[in-house]
Every structure is written in structure tokens, then in C-alpha cells.
């Protein structure tokens, strides 16, 4: 027995393989293959197993054939199994999954599919998506493949607006295969057609040339400036319902919105028992198509914005942010950018790479068309998060976003930073209405408006709330 005890730990309990200075057991091998280290005598990063001048070393220094390659490529990498890597494995299934029956080859359609998942960056996650979705996403695409269903936006309209088929969705898109398109509107249209599928028909056309004419198209604007979020299109449902309850409110007082008076939209604020805001904008719909112009709301004056989070408390927040590694990582960069240079979490999660420069000595970050060199610590927290951006998903993630989203070719949705920050208790919004006052009150106007992204006027408005008067600046700067 003690001819059979691995090397690596004593063992005899499991079966083992013979190396040429002694066996390993299956355990220590696993646990070799799958944790590469550094080797050293050449510096390579592979499994370390052989025995080279009493120093464990790779099966090259050793001048030993690996028993840790993969038998079809020859590389170490990527380990799954005994006798294959997962790329190879991928390969396999995928060739498969996609393969044209009429050809025998990957569909041509689908290829950019097959070469996305194949050199992704960690290829046993695409195992695990076929295995763990076979009669979704895998399925479809197994039928693409044979020409059973269409490749289109069009099949996927009729099917579930789901986590699986939205991820497939995504990933044809991003690769090229399909057209761009916007999840939020996609999922908002069966919606429409749901909360007004009960009302008369007349009442119904009215609600849906307000949801596609008015709300719809504000929709797409925002998402061709790519700043569409969760809360424009939570405020997007909002302004629909809002329109369905003011016409049933009509419908009890023998009124409809082409004869409604401006008595019965006073009578309907008293009933809701809340201010006219954004969300009654089916009035000003209802004026600007000549529907009903008897209807007006009243300007609400604006008020100046209030700051309710103090400097101590916004500090304390920066200083947790930087030093608890409990959070994840991009949740702490994304809060301190707004904590420390105002920036909103919509734009936080737009940001590219390229807006980031990386040296020894500094990092700097550009928000407009300042760089602006990072403080220590967070310095560090966008150097570790650069290297390693997150889990790695089934597809590439070399997408040219700073902060990568679960879908491929998206970037990180807002609610992902703010609900983490929330639930610790701090407030993005608030915060950022904090910190905008404290850069207001040290940085002129013009100065702050360049290196933070916002307007001039509004800069000036927060140097006026912050008690600051820099309209000489301007010229002690030309003097």
C-alpha cells in the first residue's frame, strides 16, 4: 500500500495515477488541475504536479507529458473531466445543438452564436447554460438551427417575456444575428395590450394612441440617448394607468375626455387626493391633439432642491464604501462616484473603459472632458474591478462597458447599484444632492460643470445654493 500513497497528500483512500517520481490520487490531481499556480522554474501559470530538483513544477520543466492536457487540444486550461476541457466539450455540444440538417454544418446564421460562446471567457459556463436550460434558450435554438421557427424579434414576441428567453434574445442580438432592440419597450407593448383588453373598445383605442403616440415615443428617445432606466419606465406605466383611471372617473360622471370640463379634472384631483405632477400627462396630450383644450393644468412653480443628508453622513458613507469588501465591487466604485463627484447612478452605469486610464502612479477618470485623477483606495477598488469586471456570464464580456450586465452586449442596470446601496442606507439621490452642494461651494461654476458633466446653469444654480457667488471668475481666470 505504501507504494500506492499519493505524493501529494498520503493517501491510498482513492485510486490514483502514476507520475514518474510517484502516483497521485484522484483528489490531489482535481485539485491540481482545477487551481493553476505559478511555476517555479518557468513562471508559467499551469498545473503544478512533476518533480524537478525536489521543486513541484509543470509537466514541461519536468520534461513529462501532461497528464492534465486535454486529449482532443493538447492544452491545460479549462479543465472539465479527466480527458477533456470544457472548450472542447462546448465545442462538441454546440456543434450539435447548432448544426444545419441540410448541410450538416453550424447554421450560417448562427455561427457568430457558436464562435461567442465557444471563445468566451469561461467556457464551462456555457456548459452549464445548456444544462441548466435545455427546453429554453437551447431548445430554441436547436430549432433555429433545423428551420423549424424564425430567426426574428417576431418569434420571440410570441413567446414569454422571461429571465431565459430575454438572455437568448440579448445574445443574439449583441453577436450581430438579430437587429437592436430595447427590453423595457418590448416588454411594456404586451402590457398595453393586457390593462386595456377589459375597457370599452372606444376608451381602449384612445389609452393606446396615448401609450404609442406620447408615452412610447418619450420611451424610445431615451433609450436612443441611452439613458432608458427602470424608473423612466416604472413612471412610463404610471402616466398609462393614471390615464385609464381619469377616463373611468369621466365615465362615472357621464363624461368622456373630449367633453370633459375643467370643473370634473379639479373634481378628479380631489377624488385621487394627490397634486397634478408628470403623470398627468394624458391632460397635455389630450390638449396638444385637439382632443379637449378646455383642460389645463397649473404650472407648479419649481422649487430649489433641498440637501438632507450632512457632510458627516456623507462622509461616513465614503468611508464604508471604501473599506467594507463585504460589498460587491462595483457597488462600492458606483457609489463613491457618486458620492465624491456627483454622478448620477443612470450615467455611472454607461460608462466605458475608455473613459478610464490606468497607470502605476495614478487613475484618472473622465466624466466630461476633464480627467480627473481618482483618490487613493478607489484608485485601487477600479484597478481590481479592470482586471476582473464581475462573474463571468455565458458569452464574451468584452463589450467595451465599464460596469458589463447580466444580459450580453448590456450594461449594468441602475437598480443593481441602488438597491445594494439602499439596503445599507445610503441614498444615491440624496447623496448626490449632498455632495453637488459641497463641490458647488469649492469649485467655480464653470470649472465644476466641466469635470462633473452638468450644465452650466446648473452649476451656477448649486453655487447659489451653496451660497456662492463666482460670477468674477471668469475674469481672475483671463487675469
Not at 211 to 239: K, N, P
Not at 351 to 376: E, I, K, W
Not at 393 to 409: D, K, V
Given at each position: 500500500?505504501?507504494?500506492?500513497?499519493?505524493?501529494?497528500?498520503?493517501?491510498?483512500?482513492?485510486?490514483?495515477?502514476?507520475?514518474?517520481?510517484?502516483?497521485?490520487?484522484?483528489?490531489?490531481?482535481?485539485?491540481?488541475?482545477?487551481?493553476?499556480?505559478?511555476?517555479p522554474?518557468?513562471?508559467?501559470?499551469?498545473p503544478?504536479?512533476?518533480?524537478?530538483?525536489?521543486?513541484?513544477?509543470?509537466?514541461?520543466?519536468?520534461?513529462?507529458t501532461s497528464?492534465?492536457a486535454?486529449?482532443?487540444?493538447?492544452?491545460?486550461?479549462?479543465?472539465?473531466?479527466?480527458?477533456?476541457?470544457?472548450?472542447?466539450?462546448?465545442?462538441?455540444?454546440?456543434?450539435?445543438?447548432?448544426?444545419?440538417?441540410?448541410?450538416?454544418?453550424?447554421h450560417?446564421?448562427?455561427?457568430?452564436?457558436?464562435?461567442?460562446?465557444?471563445?468566451s471567457?469561461r467556457p464551462?459556463?456555457?456548459?452549464?447554460?445548456?444544462r441548466?436550460?435545455?427546453?429554453?434558450?437551447?431548445?430554441?435554438?436547436?430549432?433555429?438551427?433545423?428551420?423549424e421557427?424564425?430567426?426574428?424579434?417576431?418569434?420571440?414576441?410570441?413567446?414569454?417575456?422571461?429571465?431565459?428567453?430575454?438572455?437568448?434574445?440579448?445574445?443574439?442580438?449583441?453577436?450581430?444575428v438579430?437587429?437592436?432592440?430595447?427590453?423595457?419597450?418590448?416588454?411594456?407593448l404586451?402590457?398595453?395590450?393586457?390593462v386595456t383588453?377589459?375597457?370599452p373598445?372606444?376608451?381602449?383605442?384612445?389609452i393606446?394612441?396615448?401609450?404609442h403616440?406620447?408615452?412610447?415615443?418619450?420611451?424610445?428617445?431615451?433609450?436612443?440617448?441611452?439613458?432608458?432606466?427602470?424608473?423612466?419606465?416604472?413612471?412610463?406605466?404610471?402616466?398609462?394607468?393614471?390615464?385609464?383611471?381619469?377616463?373611468?372617473?369621466?365615465?362615472?360622471?357621464?363624461?368622456?375626455?373630449?367633453?370633459a370640463?375643467?370643473?370634473?379634472?379639479?373634481?378628479?384631483?380631489?377624488?385621487?387626493?394627490?397634486?397634478?405632477?408628470?403623470?398627468?400627462?394624458?391632460?397635455?396630450?389630450?390638449r396638444?391633439t385637439?382632443?379637449?383644450?378646455?383642460l389645463?393644468?397649473?404650472?407648479?412653480?419649481?422649487?430649489?432642491?433641498?440637501?438632507?443628508v450632512?457632510?458627516?453622513?456623507?462622509?461616513?458613507?465614503?468611508?464604508?464604501?471604501?473599506?467594507?469588501d463585504?460589498?460587491?465591487?462595483?457597488?462600492?466604485?458606483?457609489?463613491?462616484?457618486?458620492?465624491?463627484f456627483a454622478?448620477?447612478?443612470?450615467?455611472?452605469?454607461?460608462?466605458?473603459?475608455?473613459?478610464?486610464?490606468?497607470?502605476?502612479?495614478?487613475?484618472?477618470?473622465?466624466?466630461?472632458?476633464?480627467?480627473?485623477?481618482?483618490?487613493?483606495?478607489?484608485d485601487d477598488?477600479?484597478?481590481?474591478?479592470?482586471?476582473?469586471?464581475?462573474?463571468?456570464?455565458?458569452a464574451?464580456?468584452?463589450?467595451?462597458?465599464?460596469?458589463?450586465?447580466?444580459?450580453?452586449?448590456?450594461?449594468?442596470?441602475?437598480?443593481?447599484?441602488?438597491?445594494?446601496?439602499?439596503?445599507?442606507?445610503?441614498?444615491?439621490?440624496?447623496?448626490?444632492?449632498a455632495?453637488?452642494?459641497?463641490?458647488?461651494?469649492?469649485?467655480?461654476?464653470?470649472?465644476?460643470?466641466?469635470?462633473?458633466?452638468?450644465?452650466?446653469?446648473?452649476?451656477?444654480?448649486?453655487?447659489?445654493l451653496?451660497?456662492?457667488?463666482?460670477?468674477?471668475?471668469?475674469?481672475?481666470?483671463?487675469?
Amino acid at each position: 500500500m505504501k507504494d500506492r500513497a499519493c505524493f501529494d497528500c498520503g493517501g491510498t483512500r482513492y485510486a490514483h495515477t502514476r507520475l514518474p517520481h510517484g502516483p497521485i490520487c484522484t483528489a490531489c490531481r482535481r485539485r491540481r488541475h482545477y487551481h493553476h499556480e505559478s511555476c517555479p522554474a518557468c513562471g508559467a501559470v499551469r498545473p503544478l504536479a512533476y518533480l524537478a530538483d525536489e521543486l513541484i513544477v509543470c509537466a514541461s520543466c519536468a520534461g513529462a507529458t501532461s497528464i492534465f492536457a486535454c486529449d482532443t487540444c493538447g492544452r491545460e486550461d479549462h479543465p472539465y473531466g479527466a480527458k477533456r476541457c470544457a472548450r472542447c466539450t462546448l465545442r462538441e455540444r454546440l456543434t450539435d445543438l447548432l448544426a444545419d440538417p441540410t448541410t450538416g454544418q453550424i447554421h450560417t446564421r448562427l455561427q457568430p452564436v457558436f464562435d461567442e460562446l465557444v471563445e468566451s471567457e469561461r467556457p464551462q459556463s456555457g456548459i452549464w447554460w445548456l444544462r441548466k436550460n435545455p427546453g429554453t434558450g437551447p431548445r430554441l435554438l436547436r430549432q433555429m438551427a433545423r428551420g423549424e421557427i424564425q430567426i426574428s424579434h417576431e418569434t420571440f414576441r410570441e413567446l414569454p417575456s422571461d429571465r431565459a428567453h430575454d438572455y437568448l434574445r440579448t445574445l443574439l442580438t449583441a453577436v450581430g444575428v438579430l437587429e437592436p432592440f430595447e427590453i423595457r419597450i418590448e416588454r411594456i407593448l404586451p402590457w398595453i395590450e393586457k390593462v386595456t383588453a377589459d375597457l370599452p373598445a372606444e376608451q381602449a383605442a384612445l389609452i393606446q394612441r396615448f401609450a404609442h403616440w406620447h408615452v412610447l415615443r418619450h420611451m424610445r428617445t431615451a433609450a436612443r440617448e441611452d439613458r432608458l432606466t427602470q424608473t423612466i419606465t416604472d413612471a412610463s406605466r404610471r402616466r398609462i394607468r393614471v390615464a385609464i383611471d381619469f377616463v373611468a372617473f369621466l365615465e362615472t360622471c357621464g363624461a368622456s375626455p373630449a367633453t370633459a370640463t375643467q370643473d370634473l379634472l379639479e373634481r378628479y384631483q380631489e377624488h385621487t387626493g394627490t397634486a397634478f405632477s408628470h403623470e398627468h400627462a394624458f391632460i397635455v396630450w389630450l390638449r396638444d391633439t385637439r382632443i379637449n383644450t378646455r383642460l389645463s393644468i397649473p404650472a407648479i412653480a419649481r422649487l430649489a432642491p433641498t440637501v438632507t443628508v450632512s457632510d458627516e453622513q456623507r462622509w461616513a458613507a465614503v468611508d464604508r464604501l471604501l473599506h467594507d469588501d463585504s460589498l460587491r465591487r462595483y457597488v462600492r466604485i458606483g457609489g463613491l462616484l457618486t458620492l465624491l463627484f456627483a454622478q448620477p447612478l443612470s450615467r455611472i452605469v454607461t460608462m466605458r473603459t475608455s473613459q478610464t486610464a490606468v497607470t502605476d502612479q495614478a487613475v484618472h477618470v473622465t466624466f466630461n472632458t476633464t480627467a480627473v485623477q481618482m483618490p487613493p483606495l478607489l484608485d485601487d477598488l477600479i484597478r481590481q474591478h479592470l482586471q476582473h469586471r464581475g462573474k463571468s456570464l455565458y458569452a464574451s464580456r468584452e463589450t467595451g462597458w465599464l460596469f458589463p450586465g447580466g444580459n450580453p452586449g448590456r450594461h449594468l442596470s441602475t437598480e443593481a447599484i441602488r438597491s445594494q446601496l439602499v439596503a445599507i442606507g445610503i441614498k444615491p439621490y440624496e447623496n448626490r444632492k449632498a455632495t453637488l452642494f459641497c463641490l458647488a461651494g469649492d469649485i467655480p461654476a464653470p470649472v465644476l460643470a466641466d469635470l462633473i458633466g452638468i450644465t452650466h446653469s446648473n452649476a451656477a444654480a448649486w453655487a447659489g445654493l451653496a451660497a456662492r457667488d463666482w460670477t468674477d471668475y471668469i475674469a481672475e481666470r483671463s487675469r
